[in-house]
């Protein structure tokens, strides 16, 4: 749809943070950038600085912080007239789950001011909420799992050994978790309480192929648009990651029939399951918004956003086209760079302006330079530093070839036409020699001149087989084995190394291989302790119960020991830096972390002026004979300001895009120093901040097809 | 000599050009099954319909593989297609 006289339509949409678990703002308002068919401007509305998504190159074109919804709708309604005042707006899409009522009790407040939208009516939202849809099923007919409510988590232990295990806990309002016992139980619901309050749901898993679809339904209450989609791959959380298209007529007819039972308006999605050898549907959930999948509409030629605007300008539906089958998407990430002053300016004044113009991927590519192959670049569990390397490296010139490397076919980087040339996937296997054998292969096909892996676990592999890489005209910069066991957590913590480093401290460490162990540990250090996996996984304990549960949790992600230290309360901070051959510090970057995820991953940072830090930590490297990307995890204790050492990571760490963005950029040092190049990194630009979010990418049939027959991928 | 008629079902798209990544799509189900040579030249026979004989034909011609040798691979894709329900059968 057009504007009259090609005026651009000024649509506000919220819901930009979320970080790994993304709202839906952010592919909302790239939905629409992508189909909408005339000028448009997008004003991001969230609570505060950390909506990375609205940052997103392309995404908003203004940004603003809003006061929350718990406010009441009249401060809601007053903050949307303020910014309405200085630049009207014709339209809202509220993305969040406890928005939707808010914006749906202000509809007509919002039409008489000149803003529409188009949402459910309150009772519709409410009957079909996470506590009432038992009952909407049972009403209405529709097969859905055996779910209860527990309000008190006292009675939890009860339900639970009732409902049997493996079971699924879910918050009021959002929030999923599988629990196989009740101590996992116990600890999950008790995250999910304190998240959402309201206690939470116990449903049964049931066992078979899940689907979602996303669905846009009139004024009428007639369906506008639909897509539905099977999950092909699910994350921890359960939400899909890898998805396809598919044209199911029940899943369809169901979908409808959920639509006009639930008289239902404007989108929402709709969770599925189908038990294995069974054609009945069980409907799992409907979320009042659109989901976080949603460009996967615009890619399958259906693209509901743009449906959802042009119905919400002039309602008269436009017919939606069939979504193409087929059509599949991944989860990646993208990343950039925001100016601190614009950062302030939204601290501030509450309004800044967006990142409206993409940042152009690196220089003129020239004709002779660097070939690099990357290894790390999935983004399935955590986000792989391979993604961030090759970002940086393409903002260097004389890069002209990157090829990625990656394990699985969900590999989401492997489809990343922006940021490699070619990608190749590696054998799943811990043999060196069959790694060798591989990367000679994908050498003899496209040369290379340096490998970066990014991986921990693959990191020793490489080691082995460095020298006969070096033979074939490959080079790498990696520490001997001796160095590379050194900064494992069990030797790092427990090794023998002195705590003073200056300034820094390695913190006092008790290393446990029983519950019992761990609670004489926790006993001796004081609550509250952080329980460390020797590889990863880190949870605090505030009390002895939950040192057992934290034991658990490790002892059920394969763990045999367990790192039990004092919770250091404070700022996170990291030092990224590249040693050359002879130990030294060639390069050094630190920065501030100013929102994580859940995981602990950094998904905004700002860069910080700590030489005395960095010195530190390059002594240390030093010490250990280190060669190569690494980067030491640090947290500033708030009460004597001192940094306590909490991780040394073995290779690149996932932010070091930021290097690439601000100047000093490692990856190219890192490929220069390999080639026994001289290195002189550019002094790093102040005054940026680096920001992640969520970011879907499509993939074609025959690129899947492509990599998992032949295991390569050309792009472009 | 069997004359029966076996057809693609409607919920099968087939994606690609011969030489290139070709793909069986389910669109039912969003199962994707990549095809080689002979599996192409089937897949587009039964686009519109096509009997045994017209495959053990096609394969033989594609591939110069004797009659007994492209019956066997036409048969067993056959049955393959029927277990994965993405055909129909014609007397």
């Known amino acids: 749809m057009r504007s009259p006289n090609n005026k651009p339509v000024r649509v506000a949409i919220t819901g930009f943070d979320g970080l790994d678990n993304p709202h839906r703002g952010t592919p909302v308002a790239r939905a629409l950038r992508a189909g909408w068919n005339g000028p448009i401007e997008i004003d991001a509305l969230g609570y505060d600085t950390h909506m990375t998504g609205a940052w997103m190159p392309g995404i908003a074109d203004r940004v603003h912080v809003m006061p929350s919804a718990a406010e009441g709708d009249d401060t809601v309604f007053e903050r949307v007239l303020e910014i309405h005042a200085h630049r009207p707006l014709d339209a809202i899409i509220p993305c969040l789950d406890l928005e939707i009522p808010v914006y749906a009790r202000l509809s007509d407040r919002l039409a008489q001011a000149g803003i529409r939208t188009l949402l459910p009516p309150v009772e519709s939202i409410y009957a079909t909420s996470k506590l009432r849809l038992p009952k909407f099923c049972h009403d209405s007919g529709f097969a859905a799992p055996r779910t209860i409510h527990v309000l008190d988590l006292s009675d939890l232990a009860l ?5 049997g295990y493996p079971l699924m806990i879910k918050g009021v309002v959002a929030g999923a978790k599988k629990v196989n016992d009740a101590a996992e139980a116990q600890l999950e619901a008790a995250k999910l309480d304190e998240k959402w309050g309201g206690g939470v749901l116990l449903q049964e898993i049931v066992i078979g192929e899940e689907y979602i679809a996303a669905a846009i339904a009139g004024p009428d209450g007639e369906c506008h648009g639909l897509v539905p989609v099977r999950k092909l791959g699910v994350n921890e959380r359960g939400k899909a990651i890898f998805g396809a298209v598919i044209d199911d007529p029940d899943i369809k007819k169901t979908a409808i029939k959920i639509l006009s039972r639930a008289n239902w308006r404007g989108p929402l999605e709709l969770e599925f399951l189908r038990p294995t050898g069974s054609s009945k549907i069980y409907l799992v959930e409907i979320n009042c918004r659109f989901p976080s999948w949603i460009m996967l509409s615009h890619w399958a030629g259906c693209n509901l956003p743009v449906l959802l605007l042009s119905e919400i300008l002039q309602p008269n539906p436009l017919t939606a086209p069939t979504p193409k089958a087929g059509t599949s998407f991944v989860r990646d990430v993208a990343e950039t760079v925001v100016p601190l002053t614009e950062y302030r300016k939204l601290q501030r004044f509450g309004s800044c302006t967006g990142t409206t113009a993409c940042k152009p991927n690196g220089h003129l590519k020239q004709e002779k330079g660097f070939r690099v192959a990357v290894s790390g670049v999935s ?19 004389d890069v002209t070839a990157i090829y990625g490397l990656g394990y699985g076919t969900y590999d989401s980087g492997l489809f990343r036409s922006d940021l490699f040339d070619v990608t ?7 043999d060196p020699d069959m790694l060798l054998q591989r990367l000679e292969a994908i050498h003899g096909e496209t040369p290379f001149d340096v490998v970066i892996p990014c991986l921990d676990g693959e990191i020793p592999r490489f080691i082995a087989i460095r020298e006969r890489l070096e033979t074939l005209g490959i080079h790498c910069l990696l520490p ?15 090794g023998g190394l002195r705590a003073d480093w200056g300034d820094f401290v390695i913190p006092d460490t008790v290393h446990a291989r029983s519950e019992e162990e761990i609670v004489k540990a926790a006993r001796r250090l004081g609550y509250p302790v952080v329980v460390k996996g020797p590889i990863s996984l880190a949870i605090e304990a505030k009390n002895e119960e939950e040192a057992c549960a934290a034991w658990g949790a490790l002892r059920k992600a394969g763990c045999a020991d367990a790192l039990v230290q004092p919770f250091v309360e404070g700022e996170r901070f990291a030092v990224a830096v590249v040693c050359g051959q002879d130990h030294r510090s060639l390069c050094a970057m630190t920065i501030k972390k100013l929102h994580l995820c859940d995981r602990g991953s950094t998904w905004s940072a700002i860069g910080v002026n700590e030489p005395k830090l960095e010195s530190a930590f390059a002594d240390f490297m030093k010490h250990i004979h280190w060669v190569g990307p690494g980067e030491g995890e640090f947290i500033r204790d708030q009460t004597d300001e001192r940094f306590h050492l909490i991780e040394i990571n073995p290779r690149f760490t996932a932010w070091i895009a930021f290097s690439g963005y601000t100047g000093s950029n490692h990856p190219y040092q890192t490929i220069r120093t390999a080639l026994g190049q001289a290195v002189k990194p550019a002094a790093d630009t102040d005054g940026l901040v680096f920001m992640r979010s969520c970011e879907d990418i499509p993939i074609s049939t025959s690129a899947f097809s492509a990599l998992v027959t032949k295991g390569t991928l050309r792009h472009g | 000599m069997s004359q029966r008629q076996y057809a693609l079902k409607p919920r099968v798209a087939l994606e690609g050009n011969a030489g290139e990544e070709c793909v069986l799509v389910d669109t039912h189900s969003a199962t994707l099954c990549a095809c080689n040579g002979s599996a192409w030249i089937i897949l587009n026979a039964l686009k519109d319909g096509a009997t045994t004989e017209k495959m053990v034909a096609l394969i033989a011609s594609a591939f110069a593989v004797d009659e007994d040798e492209a019956r066997r691979d036409a048969l067993d894709f056959i049955y393959r297609l029927t277990a994965m329900g993405l055909i129909d059968e014609k007397s």
């Open chain 1, 159 to 163: 339900h639970a050994d009732q409902f």
């Open chain 1, 379 to 397: 983004t399935l569990d955590v986000v792989n530093a391979g993604l961030g390397v090759a970002r940086a490296l393409r903002q260097a010139a």
């Open chain 1, 424 to 430: 190749y996937r590696l054998p799943l296997s811990d």
């Open chain 1, 480 to 494: 001997d084995s001796k160095a590379f066991n050194q900064r494992c957590k069990t030797e790092l913590f427990t």
